[in-house]
């Protein structure tokens, strides 16, 4: 009797609680605009691209002064192996896969939403536009997926074609 009446009693609080928000005495509700300025993905086809670009040439200074210190001089020898960024190919298949950038990424503008969001380790999100666009050339390059000269935007990205473009099964259809 004594544990059904706690019972009751939980479930009574419980659904009392469910029915009435938690208010925790800080933040506040979200504008508009909000919501819009973390919509910073990029799809696969390129959607979500913004303007801008960036050459291999820009990329390689970048990428001494922001990249080298954790991922190597040429993103071959970093600190931590897993942090490689260039070489592996035709290892996926391997007991010694390497998965980088050239051997593993299916997508180039997978790689210019990665660089976006998440680098550099110390400050994510503050690289402009123009360069993630001249780190992923860059990168793309040390890979040789794209030659000497080459520059990024929206429109030349999404045509890269990766090494591994093929090795993932698609879960969903196509958007095109």
């Known amino acids: 009797m004594r544990c059904s009446a706690a019972l009751a009693a939980f479930v009574v609080l419980a659904g009392a609680a469910a029915a009435e928000p938690q208010r925790l005495g800080f933040g506040r509700p979200a504008t508009p605009q909000e919501p819009g300025a973390a919509d910073i993905d990029v799809r696969a086809d390129g959607a979500g691209l913004p303007p801008g670009q960036g050459s291999v040439e820009q990329g390689a200074a ?6 080298a210190a954790c991922h190597g001089e040429r993103g071959e020898k970093p600190l931590i192996p897993a942090l490689r960024l260039t070489g592996g190919r035709g290892t996926l298949a ?10 593993y990424w299916p997508y180039a503008t997978t790689l210019f939403d990665y660089i976006r969001r998440a680098m550099p380790f110390n400050a994510p999100e503050s690289l402009t536009p123009d360069q993630v666009y001249a ?3 860059y990168l793309l390059r040390l890979n040789g997926i794209v030659p000497d000269g080459t520059v990024l935007d929206a429109g030349t990205l999404p045509r890269v074609q990766m090494p591994n473009r093929n090795g993932f099964v698609g879960v969903y259809a196509p958007s095109h």
Request: neutral net charge; hydrophobic residues 40%; contains cysteine.
């Open 94 to 103: 391997t007991p010694g896969a390497v998965q980088t950038v050239g051997s």
């Open 135 to 137: 780190v992923t050339a």
């Open 62 to 67: 970048l990428f001494a002064s922001t990249c």
